[in-house]
């Protein structure tokens, strides 16, 4: 029962400690080292600009994803159903966080189930993939995706985290295959996910070898979750354990060429650190299809509704505007020679 109160406990200390301290990495993105060409006589009209995609058969107004955050706890539902409703509202895609609380517990099943308010969006579960490790099996995947009705479901990988924090899963082996299991029996999507530390090419290799049909690479630069355990930490030793990882990663934007380099045809989502539309529009020139985000929407959707829509459509016509300033009538498009490597 104690690990179980715990784990409750841990989902309402990262809420806090990331709306209430400073737990961003030592890195940048390295998408500030990128820029659009910008073309003073687009020939366009900003208005009939085609900023959607199709996606596991879903329809996205923009390449945005609501990135997995959150669930577990009281707050955590009222954060879910605001940005689910917002994400409804807008058309973009929402990962929620992960939902082991919930299958351990299945009173905590509705602080995820956001499809009462959002029917149409693109939703993803997640499960941490080292728990496949701790018993957790194909049946506690599909269970994940079945309690949400979701589109498909994500795996998250955090080494790191766990070998930072008090009590964490450390092990990490044979875990290739166990994901390569899962994505075979699944009758959804399987995507991969980082938390914050980026992925290699070597790693992207090998999750293509998994068969997971998407990679999000989490990159460093934006949220730390080494710095988040550090916060949360029980003692000194903990403590400065985690503080020693704070420059920890590979930057966002390496690791999305990473994976093109590795997999070309890899899907990526691009998340870590990225600020706004203007980043998720770099990361779509760099090969991503979709651009996560999560702390800015988290603040928005702590204080309603209204400001999560408000954040999503600022993001998306953050989106809209660089395309027109670019040249670029479509997100293919900006894909061609739009984007340049700052000296």
Request: aromatic share 4%; with cysteine.
């Amino acid at each position: 029962m104690k690990k179980d109160t715990e784990l409750v406990n841990r989902k309402a200390d990262h809420i806090k400690i990331n709306l209430e301290q400073d737990v961003r990495s030592a890195l940048t993105t390295g998408l500030e080292d990128f820029c659009f060409v910008h073309e003073a006589l687009p020939e366009l009209d900003l208005n009939r600009l085609d900023a959607s995609l199709r996606l596991f058969s879903r329809r996205l107004a923009a390449p945005i994803l609501v990135s997995s955050m959150t669930g577990g706890t009281e707050e955590a539902e009222t954060i879910n159903l605001r940005l689910a409703e917002a994400a409804q509202e807008v058309g973009v895609a929402m990962g929620v966080g992960s939902q082991r609380a919930a299958l351990e517990h299945p009173e905590q099943a509705a602080t995820f189930q956001v499809r009462r308010v959002a029917p149409d969006i693109l939703l993803f579960a997640n499960l941490g993939a080292v728990q496949l490790n701790y018993g957790y099996t194909l049946d506690h995947c599909r269970r994940a995706v079945d309690m949400i009705q979701a589109d498909a479901l994500i795996l998250h990988l955090n080494p790191l985290q766990e070998a930072v924090q008090a009590g964490g899963d450390l092990n990490f082996e044979g875990l290739a295959k166990k994901i390569e299991e899962v994505c075979k029996k699944m009758d959804v999507p399987v995507i991969a996910k980082e938390v914050g530390w980026g992925i290699s090419e070597r790693t992207a290799k090998l999750l293509a070898d998994c068969g997971v049909a998407a990679i999000d690479v989490a990159g460093a630069g934006g949220t730390s979750w080494s710095q988040v355990e550090m916060h949360r930490a029980p003692d000194e030793f903990t403590r400065q354990l985690a503080a020693t990882f704070v420059g920890w990663g590979i930057p966002t934007a390496a690791s999305i060429l990473n994976v093109k380099r590795a997999v070309s045809e890899m899907t990526v989502f691009a998340s870590g650190g990225l600020k706004d539309g203007l980043d998720i529009a770099k990361c779509v020139a760099l090969g991503a299809t979709l651009g996560g985000m999560a702390g800015q929407f988290l603040k928005a959707a702590a204080i309603s509704t209204e400001k999560a829509v408000e954040m999503m459509k600022l993001t998306k016509r953050q989106i809209e505007v660089t395309m027109f300033a670019c040249g670029a009538a479509n997100l293919e498009e900006m894909k061609n020679g739009k984007l340049t490597r700052l000296q």
